[in-house]
């Protein structure tokens, strides 16, 4: 089934120590982002990528890296987990700017 | 940057009820996206919907770019419309950014 996948399901990390979440997408979608969701809240961007070997920053992207070495694959790397990263993650994409975008089945992080 | 308001932030339904859901945008929008959050955390697209009206069995939207809004409509409700409504759009960076949710429980 064509579509986002991220992994893990769920995590939890020890305050201190490296992560990567991982999002793969089998649409060729040129554009791929990183939002995280904390409890009652709305999502928010962390980092975005428009097309394969771009990224850049949103609104929330202290504390993550990520990097788009092809179309498909798009990991956010925690460096040094800090408790205030415990969140749901999501991963989207989109083919373009104004296009629909889609959505992983999130990533729920808890650094302890 | 473009501010994306939804109301009501909470609503709740007696089954078979309809109700209207609304985001007020600052600017207009080129780009309008409704998303169902179910209770598994799960975000489904509903509506990608820029402009003019769109019906898919009991839920429409409408949105209106030149008058910055866009309306959701759910008729005869049923428990499984439990979650959170999000409306998303394009802001001035072209980024996907989204308002702040209804949250929507529906009582059988």
């Known amino acids: 089934i064509a579509g986002i996948t991220q992994a893990p399901t769920s995590q939890i990390l020890a305050a201190g120590r490296r992560m990567t979440l991982r999002c793969t997408q089998d649409m060729r979608h040129n554009a791929m982002y990183w939002y995280r969701q904390d409890l009652g809240l709305g999502l928010r961007l962390i980092h975005y990528s428009n097309t394969a070997g771009t990224t850049g920053k949103g609104e929330v992207p202290d504390g993550y890296s990520v990097s788009r070495a092809n179309t498909d694959d798009f990991p956010l790397t925690l460096a040094s987990a800090v408790p205030s990263q415990t969140s749901v993650y999501f991963c989207a994409s989109r083919q373009g700017l104004n296009t629909e975008a889609f959505f992983g089945q999130g990533t729920r992080l808890t650094v302890v | 940057g473009i501010q994306v308001e939804q109301s009501p932030p909470d609503l709740i339904l007696q089954e078979g009820a309809n109700s209207t859901l609304r985001c007020n945008f600052s600017?207009?929008?080129?780009?309008l996206q409704w998303f169902h959050q179910n209770p598994w955390g799960q975000l489904i697209n509903l509506f990608y919907?820029?402009?003019g009206t769109k019906q898919n069995g009991r839920l429409s939207a409408t949105t209106v770019a030149t008058e910055r809004y866009s309306l959701l409509y759910i008729s005869s409700s049923q428990t499984t419309d439990s979650g959170v409504y999000f409306c998303?759009?394009?802001?001035?960076?072209?980024?996907?950014?989204f308002g702040g949710g209804t949250r929507l429980m529906v009582k059988p």
């Open positions: 998303a759009h394009n802001n001035a960076g072209n980024m996907l950014t």
């Open positions: 600017d207009s929008v080129n780009n």
């Open positions: 919907i820029p402009s």
